[in-house]
């Protein structure tokens, strides 16, 4: 009977069962019992535990390896900016340096330029300067000739004279009267041109003895007479400047002691008084 309630009973729960719904599963249970494979496990409680410490124990590592790693960065990063700082002040100072070098090079050089230039300037200069003296002494003596020349100005024929005989003396040994001016001087002394003039003649000339004529650039011509000797250097034609010498005092001819008897003759015509003529061109006997 028992059998047959168990019997009876199962269709009426399978009957009674109700029908499946869609989106929900339907709950199965396992009949097996536990096999041996999950006895020697710990206890669910266990497992939480030591899962919990593993992952605590997991984040304490990994905290400190990000550390020393985000620190090694850190480090990195901080010598790499350095070494890239240190490497641009290591390049400025190169660059630098040789910037130096080249401006201390390019200083050297302007420098000796700059020397080599002053000193040719300095020597240019100085040569200015004596051209200069020389052409302004040249030009004074320039002008000065041409002053004399304009306002024909003479000089007296010799030095350390004194004068005998003056224009228009008579003496029994003049044949009629003197016609110059005498200027009583050792024998041998120099004579000079008056004036600048040109040479017309010298030779000995009766009682003139060794005589002398210029011709003056106004046509008026002097006359050195009683030589001793002419200038040797002295030819017909001859220009010859005032105060070159063209003779040396003697006592040739008519003469009574060595003397320079000088005649002025304007125009070459007749002879006038040297004295004021003389005065005339700035000059006192």
Same mark, same amino acid.
């Given at each position: 009977?028992?059998?047959?309630?168990?019997? %009876?009973?199962?269709?009426?729960?399978?009957?009674?069962?109700?029908?499946?719904?869609?989106?929900?599963?339907?709950?199965?249970?396992?009949?097996?019992?536990?096999?041996?494979?999950?006895?020697?496990?710990?206890?669910?409680?266990?497992?939480?535990?030591?899962?919990?410490?593993?992952?605590?124990?997991?984040?304490?590592?990994?905290?400190?390896?990000?550390?020393?790693?985000?620190?090694?960065?850190?480090?990195?990063?901080?010598?790499?900016?350095?070494?890239?700082?240190?490497?641009?002040?290591?390049?400025?100072?190169?660059?630098?340096?040789?910037?130096?070098?080249?401006?201390?090079?390019?200083?050297?050089?302007?420098?000796?330029?700059?020397?080599?230039?002053?000193?040719?300037?300095?020597?240019?200069?100085?040569?200015?300067?004596?051209?200069?003296?020389?052409?302004?002494?040249?030009?004074?003596?320039?002008?000065?000739?041409? $002053?004399?020349?304009?306002?024909?100005?003479?000089?007296?024929?010799?030095?350390?004279?004194?004068?005998?005989?003056?224009?228009?003396?008579?003496?029994?040994?003049?044949?009629?009267?003197?016609?110059?001016?005498?200027?009583?001087?050792? %024998?041998?002394?120099?004579?000079?041109?008056?004036?600048?003039?040109?040479?017309?003649?010298?030779?000995? $000339?009766?009682?003139?003895?060794?005589?002398?004529?210029?011709?003056?650039?106004?046509?008026?011509?002097?006359?050195?007479?009683?030589?001793?000797?002419?200038?040797?250097?002295?030819?017909?034609?001859?220009?010859?400047?005032?105060?070159?010498?063209?003779?040396?005092?003697?006592?040739?001819?008519?003469?009574?002691?060595?003397?320079?008897?000088?005649?002025?003759?304007?125009?070459?015509?007749?002879?006038? $008084?040297?004295?004021?003529?003389?005065?005339?061109?700035?000059?006192?006997?």
């Amino acid at each position: 009977m028992g059998n047959h309630r168990a019997a %009876s009973r199962a269709p009426k729960r399978d009957a009674a069962a109700p029908a499946n719904v869609a989106g929900k599963r339907k709950a199965v249970k396992h009949a097996a019992a536990r096999g041996p494979l999950f006895r020697g496990l710990p206890s669910a409680p266990v497992l939480l535990g030591v899962a919990a410490l593993a992952i605590s124990a997991g984040g304490a590592v990994t905290m400190g390896n990000a550390d020393k790693v985000a620190s090694a960065a850190d480090d990195f990063q901080f010598s790499s900016s350095a070494g890239a700082l240190n490497g641009a002040n290591g390049v400025a100072q190169v660059s630098s340096k040789n910037r130096g070098s080249e401006a201390s090079r390019d200083s050297g050089r302007g420098a000796q330029a700059a020397s080599s230039d002053t000193k040719l300037q300095k020597a240019a200069e100085a040569q200015a300067e004596v051209r200069s003296q020389v052409l302004t002494k040249a030009m004074a003596s320039a002008e000065k000739q041409a $002053d004399k020349i304009e306002e024909n100005l003479w000089i007296l024929p010799v030095d350390g004279y004194h004068l005998t005989n003056t224009f228009g003396m008579a003496r029994s040994y003049y044949s009629s009267v003197h016609t110059g001016l005498d200027f009583a001087c050792p %024998s041998g002394t120099p004579i000079h041109a008056i004036a600048d003039g040109v040479i017309t003649s010298f030779e000995y $000339d009766g009682s003139y003895g060794n005589k002398t004529v210029m011709t003056l650039d106004d046509g008026t011509e002097i006359w050195y007479a009683h030589q001793t000797s002419y200038a040797s250097d002295l030819s017909i034609g001859e220009e010859v400047r005032q105060g070159q010498v063209i003779g040396y005092v003697g006592s040739t001819g008519n003469s009574t002691g060595p003397h320079v008897h000088i005649e002025v003759r304007p125009g070459a015509g007749d002879p006038v $008084d040297p004295y004021p003529a003389f005065q005339v061109h700035g000059v006192t006997p």
